[in-house]
């Protein structure tokens, strides 16, 4: 099975003490080149962060890819990076990462304005389910990663969603510290969420990836691949957007991409 061939990556003591191997770094910097961006102090925290993150979720390739040790760093590295101030285990929730070779199909449901549900295939990239499981296109994963400046990241994108589901509802807000950052985080996403309605309503042209206007919480998902991808650019047109997802990300993109 795919998940023995894992279990040969990493000794049982390993998977318990969660350690980062240093040869590693050789493959983080030449598969996720945001990696090398970061400061020294967060690269050793995301260290830390991919070991935990490895020795809790199990990890399996599908349709016949056989995962590698790269994959599941280049998944491992992406995913942390969203939770790098967390305590504990990056994603608590999270079981199974399943990765395709490229674009999987699903069955989606439909419902229409008179109570008529129906059913078709379609194909994804990604996943997320709130039952603790993430399904990505290894193909889009890899490109995602070595792409840091189109903010088009599947990873970040599905592991938002993870985020999303953490407070039991998957509506765009994650879970927030405070009743006071509730209300400041729906203020300032529910008003770009309008203007970026009206926006691509007009036709312009929108920094943020249209597919964002499916619903809220794929503005956050897509709003996630542009802080950490087009910092510069997000703070410049949607100042307070970009400050609620430092706030809430712990970090700043724009100081150390450049």
Known sequence: MIWQKI???FSDEEQVEAVFKEEWIVLLRENVPLYSHLPEDLRLLLNERIAR????????????LDLTEEMILTVAAQACMLVLHRKGEPYPELRNVYLYPSTFSSVQ????AFGIVTEAEVHRLGESWETGTVILSWSSVEHGARNIHDAENVTFHEFAHQLDHEDGATDGAPGLPSREAYRSWARVFRENYADFHKLLESGKKTLIDPYGATNPAEFFAVVTETFFEKPRQLRRKHPDLYGEMKEFYGLDPEAWKG
């Open 109 to 112: 449901k439909r419902q229409d």
């Open 53 to 64: 993150f490895i020795s809790s979720t199990r990890f399996e390739g599908c349709n016949g």
């Open 7 to 9: 279990k040969e990556f």
